[in-house]
């Protein structure tokens, strides 16, 4: 079992050489516009799930899938040679979701600002429910007359 920061490290390294492929190396022609966003090595090094996004359509996300699936072995070799450890982690590809997530919350804080605006423009210059001071003013005592130290009156 490897530690946590050599794991990381690995992770890292990892990162840089498959994203260095894919900017140089691999030559397929369904490749789309592909950006690595993590690597997690899990800790005895032996895997390695390589999250990646792409940038286009669905049917560009499923070609890049299928060619990064078919150069899969090409690119184990080469983070072999970059890692110099005993044993080459197995790759994993795995389309990110996090871009798709972060677009569903941005589009449902954006229709919660908008439900806001709203209410903000049907509610302006409403008067308010109840007085304009809904606060309880104690009444200043007429020189503590009748009143024992406790406050209660006799």
Known sequence: MADTARARKVADRIHETVARLLQGRIKD?????????????TGDLQQATVFYTVY??????????AA????????RSAVGRAL??????SLTFRLDALPTQARTFEDALARARARDEEISRAHAGAPYAGEADPYRHDEPDDAGEGADADGRVE
Request: glycine share 10%; net charge neutral.
């Open 84 to 89: 110099g450890i005993r044993l080459t982690p």
């Open 68 to 75: 990064l699936d078919s150069a899969k072995g090409l690119i």
């Open 56 to 65: 286009g359509t669905e049917e560009e996300r499923r070609d890049s899938a």
């Open 29 to 41: 022609p369904r490749l789309g516009f592909v950006t690595i966003t993590d690597v997690r090595v």
